[in-house]
């Protein structure tokens, strides 16, 4: 058990609607980060998350966004979503924001567009 | 072209085999190399992290850097069915955006 905690784990929507995704961090943990994981690419880093404060992005839809709330957990929202979307999001901690390389991954959520 | 290539697989090996994990990279500035391990239905968990070019042991694994081929590798010693999984290398030039290779698929049967 990594101590991150994603709800749910399973959700099935419709095209065109929106859905929120959760992440608790490890008790600790600054810094909050979304995955991607499709099987054609694989993982892809969404957004990064410190204290608070967005610090990095990488290849999300402006469809999505995302925030992380003083209590350190985050929430991940897909909006106006497409079948393109049906994928394994995965949120990961670490301490803090320069630390290279160790990542606390939860245990994913899985969205299915249909 | 991917930053990152990884074979997919699946590869399958007897118990007892030794397995090599490969990936190649095409940006100079990844300077951290990383090998996670993803079990069916689970997140990735870290296996093996280095910084320099040259080997890492630890216990059955371990991971080989190479910079001026930018090819790495992660060898798996007297695998064990308990080694199937996924294994995904990731490299950062710093911090933690990592870029993850798409994974291989291992499969150790008995």
């Known amino acids: 058990d990594s101590g991150v905690t994603q709800t749910p784990k399973h959700l099935i929507t419709a095209t065109g609607q929106r859905v929120t995704l959760r992440c608790s961090p490890r008790?600790?943990?600054?810094?909050v980060y979304w995955y991607q994981q499709s099987l054609d690419q694989g993982l892809q880093f969404l957004i990064h998350?410190?204290?608070?404060?967005?610090?990095a992005k990488g290849n999300i839809l402006e469809r999505f966004s995302a925030q992380q709330f003083p209590d350190l957990h985050s929430e991940l929202n897909l909006s106006s979503l497409e079948l393109g979307d049906s994928a394994l999001y995965f949120c990961?901690?670490?301490?803090?924001?320069?630390?290279?390389?160790?990542?606390?991954f939860g245990e994913g959520s899985r969205l299915t567009v249909l | 072209q991917k930053e990152v290539e990884q074979d997919p697989g699946p590869l399958s090996v007897p118990e007892g085999a030794i397995v090599s994990l490969n990936c190649t990279y095409s940006?100079?500035?990844?300077?951290?190399f990383m090998w996670y391990r993803q079990y069916s239905r689970k997140g990735p968990e870290l296996l093996m992290y280095?910084?320099?070019?040259g080997n890492k042991e630890d216990g059955r694994f371990t991971a080989q850097v190479d910079k001026s081929s930018k090819y790495i590798s992660l060898f798996i010693r007297d695998s064990q069915p308990s080694d199937s999984a996924t294994y995904l290398c990731?490299?950062?030039?710093?911090?933690?955006?990592?870029?993850f290779g798409t994974g291989t698929q291992l499969k150790v049967e008995l």
């Open positions: 990731a490299l950062t030039g710093g911090g933690n955006k990592l870029t």
């Open positions: 008790s600790g943990d600054l810094s």
């Open positions: 990961a901690s670490s301490v803090g924001t320069r630390d290279t390389g160790e990542l606390f």
């Open positions: 998350y410190y204290n608070g404060e967005e610090r």
């Open positions: 940006n100079s500035a990844f300077q951290y």
């Open positions: 280095t910084y320099s070019s």
